[in-house]
């Protein structure tokens, strides 16, 4: 779920060869396996947190309206109840803001084709850079994307990690062309003439990227491991989350996962989750603000972003209402 919506057509459109779209990604849910007092402690975790729980949000400040909705950017028959629900607000909308629309997505696959480096080293390979058993627990995980070896040594750390988010299926599926909730969102606001904004520069993920340490970088391949050997369980899981509207689940989930089975120590968990946090999600949050404020004195707007970007202290409804939005929950049926 951190990985941004730009990214997954661009791994989707990088892939070889595309795996035989299964009929439907089915998985089981691992939450569900988890003892009854873990699965306690993990939602108490996660709704300590700012507006842990609602995907659809409704900001308003004076006579400024903002409908935020927090997407999940794989293909899911049950996002049809959420377009239903999102609908009526962009019938209202003069603007839509998300994190890539088609000029963005259209430049970082165009950026990434011109400059091999962006994806690639030209220094020491992954194989070189990690040891042996994880370098082929790594390979393995590669092999299952239809990635060969011999180039999957080749990408960078961070490109590595991102790759590793996506399970075999769902990365068939948005290579034979599915589309995700912020795919259908855009459509929907093209139907009714909305102009369509991006959050951030088409190139911000690979400028915060290229902030994170190489060993940093590794550690993330290391923490994704372990959703990588259990890809579509792993999907599974994230994606009935996501549709319990309980977004930050997804987050204390995944840190468990990765304390349990990475290898990691819990300080290194901490850290790399904390590094994450901040790059992936506060930081783009942070700047996020201006462009929101701007978009609002055209009119009525509607953002669709990423879930994980909307809870917890830094997530957009709580910088929301630091700049002075009352915020209220909507339904989706």
């Known amino acids: 779920m951190w990985v941004s919506r730009g990214f997954i057509g661009l791994i989707a459109a990088f892939m070889l060869t595309a795996p035989q779209v299964q009929a439907g990604c089915a998985g089981e849910n691992l939450f569900a396996r988890l003892p009854a007092e873990t699965q306690a402690q993990l939602a108490a975790r996660a709704d300590a947190a700012p507006y842990a729980r609602g995907l659809l949000w409704r900001a308003v400040r004076g006579d400024q309206a903002l409908v935020l909705l927090g997407t999940y950017h794989f293909a899911?028959?049950?996002h049809a109840a959420t377009l239903t629900?999102?609908?009526?607000h962009l019938d209202h909308a003069k603007t839509l803001l998300v994190e890539a629309g088609p000029d963005e997505q259209a430049a970082l696959k165009a950026a990434a084709s011109s400059n091999p480096t962006l994806l690639f080293t030209t220094g020491a390979t992954l194989p070189e850079r990690m040891a042996k058993p994880e370098w082929d627990r790594l390979k393995t995980a590669f092999q299952a994307r239809a990635i060969p070896a011999f180039l999957g040594a080749?990408?960078?750390?961070w490109y590595a990690a991102v790759t590793l988010v996506l399970s075999p299926c769902a990365m068939a599926e948005a290579a034979a062309g599915a589309r995700g909730l912020d795919d259908a969102v855009m459509e929907a606001a093209l139907a009714r003439g909305l102009t369509i904004r991006a959050l951030e520069p088409y190139d911000t993920v690979f400028t915060l990227f290229s902030t994170i340490p190489e060993s940093a970088q590794i550690e993330m391949i290391l923490s994704t491991l372990p959703m990588a050997e259990h890809a579509d369980d792993y999907?599974?899981?994230?994606?009935?989350?996501?549709?319990a509207q309980q977004p930050r689940l997804i987050w204390e989930f995944s840190r468990h996962d990765a304390l349990e089975n990475s290898g990691l120590s819990p300080a290194q968990v901490a850290a790399q989750f904390a590094l994450s946090?901040?790059?992936l999600m506060l930081?783009?949050?942070r700047?996020?603000?201006?462009v929101i404020e701007a978009a609002l004195t055209d009119g009525p707007v509607?953002?669709?972003?990423?879930?994980?970007?909307?809870?917890?202290?830094?997530?957009?409804?709580?910088?929301?209402?630091?700049?002075?939005?009352?915020?209220?929950?909507?339904?989706?049926?």
């Open 76 to 78: 899911d028959p049950r």
């Open 85 to 88: 629900a999102l609908s009526p």
């Open 154 to 157: 080749k990408f960078q750390p």
């Open 235 to 243: 999907t599974a899981t994230l994606a009935d989350a996501y549709f």
């Open 277 to 279: 946090e901040e790059i």
């Open 283 to 285: 930081r783009r949050n």
């Open 287 to 290: 700047a996020w603000l201006p």
């Open 302 to 333: 509607v953002l669709a972003a990423g879930a994980l970007h909307l809870s917890g202290q830094g997530g957009l409804l709580d910088l929301l209402a630091e700049a002075g939005f009352t915020l209220t929950p909507l339904p989706i049926p």
